[in-house]
């Protein structure tokens, strides 16, 4: 998951292994999400999205899992590869018709061959 | 394909001088955003545009300004760069709706500032 401070939640995985990223947000009345990769010395990049209205949905080797109970939103990756190494930022949109996000700190991701 | 274009890719200043970092999109967006990145942060936004002629302020609009210059261009400018300003600076554009506004990103200005 994501915390306060300099230094980055890392998650560290080996090649093949299945990897899930935590991320909790703050405000309740978010509607819709989104999780981002950066790789090193890049932009972030849009990875997958998510409404409020949904509790899961499914990309390319990509999972969404939203609770809205316990505000709290995780990225299942499968079969992880070496590409896959990079940090992952969450990032909700407030609702009440704002779609200005709020980005989460991140999370880095290694992935070992 | 394009996308959002950054300019410069590096800069270094001195204390005080001032420069503009420029963002071209051409995905025909409505909003376009500029963030500050620092080492083990998030993306913090320091001003945005709605639509062309339209600005307002983010979290941290202290020290800059912006230009929303046309559809495609919106520039940040540092009037006088101190160096609290070192930072990873990235633009990013989207259709701008709430129902699903995914940003894209430019790959970024290093900016360091002696």
């Known amino acids: 998951g994501e915390s306060v401070g300099l230094h980055l939640p890392t998650l560290s995985v080996q090649e093949g292994d299945n990897s899930i990223i935590n991320c909790a947000y703050s405000?309740?009345?978010?509607?819709?999400f989104i999780w981002y990769k950066q790789e090193s010395g890049k932009g972030p990049q849009f990875i997958i999205d998510?409404?409020?209205?949904?509790d899961k949905r499914q990309g390319q080797r990509v999972t969404v899992l939203l609770n809205k109970t316990v505000k709290h939103l995780s990225l299942q990756i499968a079969a992880t590869q070496p590409g896959d190494s990079a940090v992952y930022f969450c990032?909700?949109?407030?609702?009440?018709?704002?779609?200005?996000?709020?980005f989460g700190r991140g999370t880095s991701l290694i992935v070992h061959p | 394909n394009a996308g959002v274009t950054q300019t410069p890719k590096f800069q270094v200043l001195k204390t005080g001088q001032s420069m503009t970092l420029q963002c071209a999109q051409d995905?025909?967006?409505?909003?376009m955003y500029w963030y500050r990145q620092d080492p083990g942060m998030g993306l913090r936004l320091i001003y945005y545009?709605?639509?062309?002629?339209?600005?307002d302020k983010g979290e941290v609009p202290n020290g800059y300004n912006v230009s929303r210059l046309n559809k495609r261009e919106f520039s940040l400018r540092l009037e006088s760069a101190a160096p609290s300003q070192t930072s990873v600076y990235f633009c990013?554009?989207?259709?701008?709706?709430?129902?699903?506004?995914?940003?894209?990103f430019g790959a970024g200005t290093r900016l360091s500032v002696l």
């Open positions: 995905m025909n967006h409505n909003s």
């Open positions: 545009s709605a639509s062309e002629g339209t600005t």
């Open positions: 998510i409404r409020s209205n949904m």
């Open positions: 990032a909700e949109n407030g609702g009440g018709g704002s779609y200005i996000p709020t």
């Open positions: 405000n309740s009345a978010s509607d819709y």
């Open positions: 990013a554009s989207s259709a701008g709706t709430a129902a699903k506004n995914i940003q894209y």
